[in-house]
């Protein structure tokens, strides 16, 4: 067990919706990441947010959104889902974000049909 | 450019026998550091190991056994006795300041220990 916990663990939708995806990360980490692994398209860095400022931005689809919250939880926001969106969503989180060791939760399975 | 290679796409081995995962990485960063995840069948991502450019030590875990040598810029992952709980698909990854210490990953090997 990491200490990272995610919700839910697997999630059915239809295109066109919306979901939100939660992350607490472990206890005393500051910095929270969200991965997206698809078969396609291996393990892909969405963004990554340090004590409620987002410091970093990867590949994410501006139907896409993520905050980090007071108490360091954190949410994905995913809008108007598309059929490629089907992946599965990790949250990871680490002490600092500089080169500290990122630790995974067990991922969030998002299917959109 | 920052790269990981890791050129085994999948190793099927019957149980018990040793296998090793390679992973090169390229940097051009002084500092940097390396990682290897495990990802079994159930889909979580597991932190096996961290190590720093200035830490050539090699390591071992019980089964597990890692070898970095900077001179060829590779960091190997090594299974002895492997058993059927080993299969997975293991991930190295290069995480360095210009990067903003994102990760920065190879495309996996996919290992298979036979019964």
């Known amino acids: 067990d990491s200490g990272v916990t995610q919700t839910p663990k697997h999630l059915i939708t239809a295109t066109g919706q919306r979901v939100t995806l939660r992350c607490s990360p472990r206890s005393g980490d500051l910095s929270v990441y969200w991965y997206q692994q698809s078969l396609d398209q291996g393990l892909q860095f969405l963004i990554q947010y340090y004590n409620g400022e987002e410091r970093a931005k990867g590949n994410i689809l501006e139907r896409f959104s993520a905050q980090q919250f007071p108490d360091l939880h954190s949410e994905l926001n995913l809008s108007s889902l598309e059929l490629g969106d089907s992946a599965l969503y990790f949250c990871?989180?680490?002490?600092?974000?500089?080169?500290?060791?990122?630790?995974f939760g067990e991922g969030s399975w998002l299917t959109v049909v | 450019a920052q790269k990981v290679t890791q050129a085994q796409t999948e190793i099927s081995v019957v149980e018990k026998e040793d296998v090793t995962l390679d992973c090169v990485y390229e940097t051009r960063d002084t500092t940097y550091y390396l990682f290897w995840y495990k990802q079994p069948p159930s889909g979580e991502l597991v932190f096996l190991i961290r190590r720093n450019s200035f830490d050539e030590q090699n390591e071992i875990s019980g089964r597990y056994s890692w070898n970095f040598q900077k001179s060829t810029s590779s960091f190997n992952f090594t299974i002895t006795a492997s058993q059927v709980v080993d299969s997975a698909v293991y991930f190295c990854a290069l995480s360095i300041m210009d990067s903003n210490y994102q990760l920065i990953w190879g495309a996996g090997t996919k290992l298979i220990i036979k019964p």
């Open positions: 990871a989180s680490s002490v600092s974000g500089q080169a500290n060791t990122i630790y």
